[in-house]
């Protein structure tokens, strides 16, 4: 079906435009104000089923982005939403429109991991090298290396991928907002180099940092423990 002649998908009852954060109200503003708000209310749909329903929230994206695919928020939503879904070329083409139109490299980890996901790690890698770090935040720096460590282990580089995660920030009492991710994926490429003994150990910081439950690293301790 013509994106044109896509239905719009029926919004919960509790959501509203003002849900929307301000930054992505702004950019609807280029609209008129009754296709802003309904844009933003599918946005809003959208941001809150991405984690649930992944499908569901990428049908509120590409309903918006029928009516609106000039405004980079929309096109983003669409690339998430997509990303989330499994939908690895959508997410790639949508997400570097977001690049060239707002021109920014916040989601370059998520482009890399696209690309992996798509089986070239290659171009992954490329992503990693070409990203200007000192522009962006410090959570994605770490993303970043996340994934390019696993597009490293993808070509079978697997001492080169534990060596890319090592860092100030790889410390057992550093607590974080990306700790847990960062340790867990220290562990499993250790793992993966056959280094068991030491990837239990990282395995375990990673559980003792995951507050918010992220991983599985206490049951993958508990495995190793037991082997």
Known sequence: MAEELLAAPELPEDVEFTDLDEEARRELRTLPRDLAERIGKHLVAAGGLIDVDPEAALEHARYAKTKASRV?????????AAYHAGKWSEALSELRAVRRMARTDIH???LADAER???RPERALDLAREADLSRLPQEVQVELRIVAAG???????LDAAVVSLQGADLDPAARYPWSARLFYAYADNL??????????RWFLHAAEADDQEETDAAERAAELGNE
């Open 72 to 80: 980079p928020i929309v096109r983003e939503a669409v690339g998430l």
């Open 191 to 200: 793992l993966a180099a056959g280094r068991a003994e030491e990837a239990l």
């Open 108 to 110: 370059v980890a998520i």
């Open 151 to 157: 597009a490293r282990r993808d070509l079978g580089q």
């Open 117 to 119: 996901a798509l089986g």
